[in-house]
T-cell receptor, first 111, second 115 residues
Framework: GQSLEQPSEVTAVEGAIVQINCTYQ??????LSWYQQHDGGAPTFLSY????GLEETGRFSSFLSRSDSYGYLLLQELQMKDSASYFC????????????FGKGTKLSVIP | NAGVTQTPKFQVLKTGQSMTLQCAQD?????MYWYRQDPGMGLRLIYY???????DKGEVPNGYNVSRLNKREFSLRLESAAPSQTSVYFC??????????????FGSGTRLTVV
């Protein structure tokens, strides 16, 4: 099976940087994704790491360390619109359709 | 706009009633999925369809059935609704399994209440 742990809530100030961590325990692991979900909305895909290291997409970056079974999402220059829930999700690999999600981290951006 | 369309957006059922949630995608994706989302529980996979003509159980399939009608459409049926099935249901699609090629595209969800 697969298990992913994330903090349930994080609060950060507008304009600052925030890091949302995700640790995983899986019987098979191929990569880690991140999704954003605003209240009442649908999850939207943000990023995917299959290899160790940092992937940057604008203000958002995602990091993976396979040796530590750990990843994080880094949000820079926080804006009020970044207030949302963020989910990490792991994939066991080729042949599997079982994308497993963490329980999500609710980010509140304050002025 | 291209994407995943779910109907209905809201539904209230009485215990024991049946209903079908509809999902259609226009991105020519091969794989489709049904997830449920409960407070504090994240998204849990109910059923998936790897490709047209195939369906398989996910993490929480009990009480549900699915049909992959064609490449575009994937429906979820509750035969006898129970209060424990009160949830938000999301349909998703992807070009490839897992997270390759841009991840999953989700519909806007169906908010189901069973009383």
């Amino acid at each position: 099976g697969q298990s992913l742990e994330q903090p349930s809530e994080v609060t950060a100030v507008e304009g600052a940087i925030v890091q949302i961590n995700c640790t995983y325990q899986t019987s098979g692991f191929y990569g880690l994704s991140w999704y954003q979900q605003h209240d009442g909305g649908a999850p939207t895909f943000l990023s995917y790491n299959a290899l160790d290291g940092l992937e940057e997409t604008g203000r958002f970056s995602s990091f993976l360390s396979r040796s530590d079974s750990y990843g994080y999402l880094l949000l820079q220059e926080l804006q009020m619109k970044d207030s949302a829930s963020y989910f990490c999700a792991s994939w066991p690999g080729a042949g599997s359709y079982q994308l497993t999600f963490g329980k999500g981290t609710k980010l509140s951006v304050i002025p | 706009n291209a994407g995943v369309t779910q109907t209905p957006k809201f539904q209230v059922l009485k215990t024991g009633q049946s209903m079908t949630l509809q999902c259609a995608q226009d991105m020519n994706h091969n794989s489709m999925y049904w997830y449920r989302q409960d407070p504090g529980m994240g998204l849990r996979l109910i059923y998936y369809s790897a490709s047209e003509g195939t369906t398989d159980k996910g993490e929480v399939p009990n009480g549900y059935n699915v049909s992959r009608l064609n490449k575009r459409e994937f429906s979820l049926r509750l035969e006898s609704a129970a209060p424990s099935q009160t949830s938000v249901y999301f349909c998703a699609s992807s070009e490839a399994p897992g997270q390759a090629l841009g991840g999953y595209t989700f519909g806007s969800g169906t908010r189901l209440t069973v009383v």
